[in-house]
Nanobody, 127 residues
Framework: QVPPVESGGGSVQAGGSLRLSCGVSGYTCMGWSRQAPGKERELVAGISTEGRIRYYADSVKGRFTISQDNAKNTLYLAMNSLKPEDTAMYYC????????????????????????WGQGTQVTVSS
């Protein structure tokens, strides 16, 4: 399995928007994770093949949208109404299992292997 590759990110003021992109091909469970300094990694959004099943962490519901463009083999995370607490390194995560559809998103996230992680892209939200 080839690790996914993110792009996008950057700095924005509170209330602003950013969109992250990730090259994905052949994956069946995909998502976006983040890690802020001094905090554990958390799964913020997930999507299964053809968008059948989606997941959002409570902290981002109504503000973030995960989507995929199969023609472009790209996964997106549209982030709106950004807050300073959204500041973190964001990672694209994906694998070729269908486990996310059977055991739930958080357990799926907890069992990901190293090659399921992208290199990360920084998002900084200033107040």
């Amino acid at each position: 399995q080839v690790p996914p590759v993110e792009s996008g990110g950057g700095s924005v003021q509170a209330g602003g928007s950013l969109r992250l992109s990730c090259g994905v091909s052949g994956y069946t469970c995909m998502g976006w994770s983040r890690q802020a300094p001094g905090k554990e990694r958390e799964l913020v959004a997930g999507i299964s093949t053809e968008g059948r099943i989606r997941y959002y962490a409570d902290s981002v519901k109504g503000r973030f949208t995960i989507s995929q463009d199969n023609a472009k083999n790209t996964l997106y995370l549209a982030m709106n109404s950004l807050k300073p607490e959204d500041t973190a390194m964001y990672y694209c995560v994906a694998d070729t299992t269908q486990v996310c559809q059977y055991i739930g998103w958080v357990p799926w996230f907890g069992q990901l292997h190293d090659n399921s992680w992208g290199q990360g892209t920084q998002v900084t939200v200033s107040s």
